[in-house]
Nanobody, 122 residues
Framework: VQLQASGGGLVQAGGSLRLSCAAS????????VGWFRQAPGKEREFVAV????????HYADSVKGRFTISSDNAKNMVYLQMNSLKPEDTAVYYCAATINTYLYTSSMYNDWGQGTQVTVSS
């Protein structure tokens, strides 16, 4: 499975971006797909996750109410709508897929995209 993240860019604080994650390759049927981010000098951290079969989404407290994760299973796509962006949201954002049911730790994810840079200016 190959994951391709896109949609990053430079935005002012308070602005919005929509990240996309496209899956290709063998039959894509993970348990869940998540977004993580890594800022310079910091650990990679969990942002949001959605169960591929639907019905469950989880968010990090830092993005709850501002970010929305969604998926289009027919297109093998996952999206992260980011609103009310803050400078502290600046990071490289990665999408990842997992067959595991523990969803908040990056080591539980099997397949990773290459990352897309999000920069929020103040």
């Amino acid at each position: 499975v190959q994951l391709q993240a896109s949609g990053g860019g430079l935005v002012q604080a308070g602005g919005s971006l929509r990240l996309s994650c496209a899956a290709s390759g063998r039959t894509f049927s993970p348990y869940a797909v998540g977004w993580f981010r890594q800022a310079p000098g910091k650990e990679r951290e969990f942002v949001a996750v959605t169960r591929w079969s639907g019905g469950i989404t989880h968010y990090a407290d830092s993005v709850k109410g501002r970010f929305t994760i969604s998926s289009d299973n027919a297109k093998n796509m996952v999206y992260l709508q980011m609103n009310s962006l803050k400078p502290e949201d600046t990071a490289v954002y990665y999408c990842a897929a997992t067959i595991n049911t523990y969803l908040y730790t990056s080591s539980m994810y099997n397949d990773w995209g290459q990352g897309t840079q999000v920069t929020v200016s103040s």
